[in-house]
């Protein structure tokens, strides 16, 4: 069982390119969510999705786009890629929504480090 | 607004000793609490949880008792392992529809 697969796992950008961050998840989950981890900072939830085809804005969403297509993939999405934006990108899923009755289990994949020059 | 607040890292601890990462949290209403591990190179995992006041929750040695009086849910183990070193994360997720996540506290056991 996959789980939660991100890919890249790296990527080296210069300031002003874009790019695409893929999640696919294989659990048949309603919820996804994209984070970003910065040293001394936690996780920051960026963006999400409570199923196919919605999508709504985290905490720090500014920079970043997503799509929910299928509901097993969710895309974060760089167009302008800024040194901001350095940072280790995780995707997670989960069966029920964040909140009332949450049970808390988010399933998260490996990671992904972007670099931006 | 709702936040966490974990004590600072790294902590370094020798095998077999005993282990407190504290966790403080401002929230409205009644939040559930949970415990998240980061293993070297990897995504974060469910720990363990607690959904109201007194639950105690525990997994893998590791125990944490939701405090409402404190606002806190520290995370204790009584004799840790080398395989226990990875970055421990307290969380909260209340009816406000967002899981937020500390700072993180990194724990390295030496043999």
């Known amino acids: 069982n996959a789980g939660v697969t991100q890919t890249p796992k790296f990527r080296v950008l210069k300031t002003g390119q874009s790019m695409t961050l893929l999640c696919a998840q294989d659990m048949n989950h309603e919820y996804m969510y994209w984070y970003r981890q910065d040293p001394g900072m936690g996780l920051r939830l960026i963006h999400y999705s409570v199923g196919e085809g919605t999508t709504a804005k985290g905490e720090v969403p500014d920079g970043y786009n997503v799509s929910r297509l299928k509901k097993q993939n969710f895309l974060l999405g760089l167009e302008s890629a800024a040194p901001s934006q350095t940072s280790v990108y995780f995707c997670?899923?989960?069966?029920?929504?964040?909140?009332?009755?949450?049970?808390?289990?988010?399933?998260f994949g490996e990671g992904s480090r972007l670099t931006v020059l | 607004g709702n936040s966490v607040t974990q004590m600072e890292g790294p902590v370094t601890l020798s095998e077999e000793a005993f282990l407190t990462i504290n966790c403080t949290y401002t929230a409205t209403g009644y939040p559930s609490l949970f415990w998240y591990v980061q293993y070297p190179g990897e995504g974060l995992q469910l720990l363990l949880k607690a959904t109201k006041a007194d639950d105690k929750g525990s997994n893998k040695g590791f125990e944490a008792t939701y405090r409402k009086e404190t606002t806190s849910f520290h995370l204790e183990k009584g004799s840790v392992q080398v395989s226990d070193s990875a970055v421990y994360f307290c969380a909260l997720g209340n009816q406000g529809g967002k899981l937020i996540f500390g700072q993180g506290t990194e724990l390295s056991v030496k043999p």
């Open positions: 997670a899923s989960s069966y029920t929504p964040l909140g009332g009755g949450y049970t808390g289990e988010l399933f």
